[in-house]
Each structure stands twice: as structure tokens, then as C-alpha cells.
């Protein structure tokens, strides 16, 4: 049976304008979806989206959707156990989670750094990371004291780096309604929230470079660089998770 192509109305999915492509073969009917990049309609424009939904069939997954994939579950459990949007933050307890994430990044940020600017991103959001922590400690009179290196994962390449910035990344934008709901019950003189709340670089732009890169990378780029990078953000959200609950966070 010959393959028949259809074109349906273009969706909005995470906020982005999604074009949905079909196909009604007897074979497997597969449907793909991704951002459209033409909106004329015209039967050229037809060809260029039915030629990349089968090259993206054939690809198999990004490494962006691999990672989503395997950390699920952890991100919605530590989500639920932070509370992030709630009532349950004081000064004492938001001290503590930043004691306790320092206990990651401090041992974490600058290799992770290095290995995101040799795949061609700035690393400025996780070198900074360390000394945004430590200035709102001093901010709030709190003291990081000996970071110990209990729960830290190894960056042992570039591919690693990714996973761990995937995690750190994701967390700031969690991060930003933390932030918010401090300074609604702190008031807005409440300013230790630069690790939050960065201002020496966007924290949605550096997230949308990094996705922007592990969408383009899919299975034939490697299955080992899968693994790595897969590997090391289930250990570091497994890291938050172990760290956050000494402290007494979660």
C-alpha cells in the first residue's frame, strides 16, 4: 500500500507551535510531531516536512526526549516533596536547601562548565553557580562551612556534562518560582536569591540552548553518549534528592 501523507492543524505544545504529521499507511500509521517551519501550505512545503518526519522516524529518539524519559518519575517526586509553590518556606529552611545544593554544585560546576562550552554552549550558568550560592548564604549570615563531597556524582566526560547540566539547568527554572514565593512572604527586600535569580545571564535562554542541542542529537550519534549522559542525571537528581533530605529540605 502506498504511503498517503496528511497535514493536520498545527498544535500548541509547551507553549511552541507545533505542526503534526500523519501518515495512513497499513504499516504502523506513526505520527510525528515537531515545530513547523512552514506555514504556506504549498505542496513543496508538503515535501520538506513528509522528507524530515521520516528522517526523524528513522533517527529514533533524541537525546533530549531520552532524558526526559528516564528522569520523569524523579523529577515529579522531588517536585511534589520540595513544595516549591507552597507555603513551608523559612529563612531556616531555604538556608538549608541552599547548604544542601551547594553540596552538589560546588563539586560539580566547573567540570560541568567545561564540558558544555566544548560542545559549544556558554558555561557561565554553572561556573557562576558556586559563588551565587555562597553570596546569599553570606547575605542571610549563614555559613557554607566544609561542603562535603558525600552525594556529588563524577563528571567523567562531555557527554556526562550534559546530564548534569540538564538537571542543574531545569532546576533554576523551578528555581525562579521559588524565588517569587519568598519574595512574596520576605517582602522585596528579600535579595539572596542570586542562585535563583541570576542576573548576569537568562536563565530561559540558557535552558532553550541547551535543549535546542540535545534535540539535535539522537541515537546514531551514539549509544554510549546516550548512556553517559542519561546515567549522570539520574545521579545528580538522585544527588538533590539525597542532599536536600540531610538537610532536612524535603
Not at 498545527?10 to 499507511?25: A, C, E
Request: proline share 4%.
Amino acid at each position: 500500500m502506498k504511503e498517503q501523507w496528511h497535514f493536520e492543524q498545527p498544535q500548541l505544545i509547551d507553549g511552541h507551535r507545533i505542526q503534526v504529521i500523519g501518515t495512513h499507511s497499513s504499516a504502523r500509521g506513526n505520527r510525528v510531531a515537531r515545530p513547523a517551519c512552514v506555514s504556506s501550505g504549498t505542496p513543496s512545503a508538503h515535501r520538506q516536512e513528509v522528507e524530515y518526519s521520516r528522517n526523524r522516524i528513522a533517527a529514533g529518539p533524541t537525546l533530549l526526549d531520552s532524558l526526559r524519559a528516564a528522569t520523569r518519575e524523579q523529577h515529579r517526586n522531588l517536585d511534589s516533596r520540595m513544595a516549591i509553590g507552597g507555603g513551608g518556606w523559612t529563612v531556616d529552611r531555604y538556608v538549608r536547601f541552599l547548604q544542601a545544593t551547594l553540596s552538589i554544585v560546588d563539586h560539580t560546576a566547573v567540570k560541568v562548565a567545561v564540558g558544555v562550552e566544548g560542545m559549544g554552549l556558554d558555561g557561565l550558568p554553572e561556573r557562576s553557580a558556586p559563588e551565587r550560592l555562597r553570596n546569599d548564604l553570606r547575605v542571610l549570615s549563614a555559613t557554607a562551612g566544609v561542603v562535603p563531597r558525600e552525594f556529588a556524582p563524577d563528571i567523567g566526560d562531555p557527554n556526562a556534562a550534559l546530564g548534569a547540566a540538564y538537571v542543574l539547568r531545569g532546576s533554576l527554572l523551578g528555581g525562579a518560582v521559588i524565588a517569587k514565593t519568598l519574595g512574596e512572604q520576605f517582602g522585596s527586600g528579600f535579595t539572596a536569591t542570586s542562585y535563583l535569580r541570576p542576573t548576569n545571564f537568562s536563565v530561559p535562554l540558557a535552558w532553550k540552548a541547551l535543549t535546542r542541542l540535545l534535540s539535535a542529537r539522537d541515537m546514531n550519534s551514539g549509544e554510549d553518549d546516550h548512556t553517559s549522559c542519561v546515567e549522570t542525571a539520574r545521579a545528580m537528581f538522585l544527588a538533590l534528592e539525597s542532599a536536600l533530605r540531610s538537610q532536612r529540605v524535603i
